[in-house]
């Protein structure tokens, strides 16, 4: 047993080894002096019941420093049940220097997210599509940064760096760590050549490319994944047109969850959609880490009864420790958070957290914004 463990750890060592050399292949990117705005932008935002959120959202949008004409938003409400609407209207009444649309969803599929970007997509004027999410915050110079990539590049797909906006707390501080490593993975798969991941919460394409790719063709069955299926489709496709815009100018942040059960249910939606990639190395990326979080656990347990030795659990953890640290540190240099040591409580809790969630992501039906949905 001792040999097989040793084996899924080695291997899983061997692809973040490869993933933080990737890392650093992808160049950072920085608007220059010489700088003038072009590109015409959509921003797409399905929302559902995000009275609390959609104000900062708002906010962050009307300090665009980006000229407004090159600008046109479309809010999507997906049956909000408070003031969502509302206090979108009103945000536009103040800006009706920006073009903006409100739309009601039509669900078609079950997926709420792709059916908003569907609706929304045949009445986009501009040629660039920005898709982010109601509970996030843009930077001023959002747009800016993603302009100045095509510009200078023949891309048509852009992926951009997403974090959380935390307190000082145990709990936000463990599902930053993990948004860091998924960040650190999306930038380090990007630089070896074969990214697979994406954040819908700051992801840009043109309209010309998705009616290329059929859009959402293919997955709609499935309740998440208007990003990473979007992406790996035109990666199979036009791998030359995609492209990561490592700049902190366009990071995008968003709010962690408070509670656990929330949390986990946002991350069972996350990992349900690995089981339908479509390229053998992400799905075998996917299984390596949950396996490898798997064996840790059980090693855990298992030394608790004497069924495991002490020693041996020692070497697999400090292995695991000490890469998963470096892909983090790797993502923190790139954020600037400021976090120098990952802590040993996030680090013997996660293996369990990560085990559970693969399982029921796997055999299981998750619960978000209220609604059921089935794997």
Known sequence: MEIIFYTVITIYAIFLFQLLLGFGKVKSSNLTSEWIPKTHFTIIVAFRNEAKNLPKLLASLSNLEYPKENIEIIMVDDDSQDISSSIFIQWRMKNNEIDTTLLENLRLSNSPKKDAILRAMPIAKNPWIITTDADCEVNPKWLASIDALIQKNDFEMIAAPVIYKIKNNWFHHFQQFELLSLQATTIGSFGIGKPFMCNGANFAYTKKIFLELDGFDGNTSIASGDDVFLLQKAISKFPEKVSFLKDQ????????????????????????????????????????????????????????????????????????YIFDATLILKGNSFFKLNQVTIPLTSAIVYPFFATIVGLLSLFGTFTWKGRNFKK
């Open 249 to 320: 100018s366009a990071i995008v942040t968003t709010k962690p969850e408070n509670d656990l059960f929330k949390l986990v249910m946002q991350r069972i939606r996350w990992a349900s959609k690995s089981t339908h990639y479509n390229s053998f190395y992400p799905k075998f990326l996917a299984s390596i880490i949950f396996v490898s979080n798997a064996v840790l656990a059980y090693a855990m347990i298992a030394v608790l009864f004497g069924k495991f030795g002490w020693k041996s659990l020692l070497i697999l953890f400090t292995v695991k």
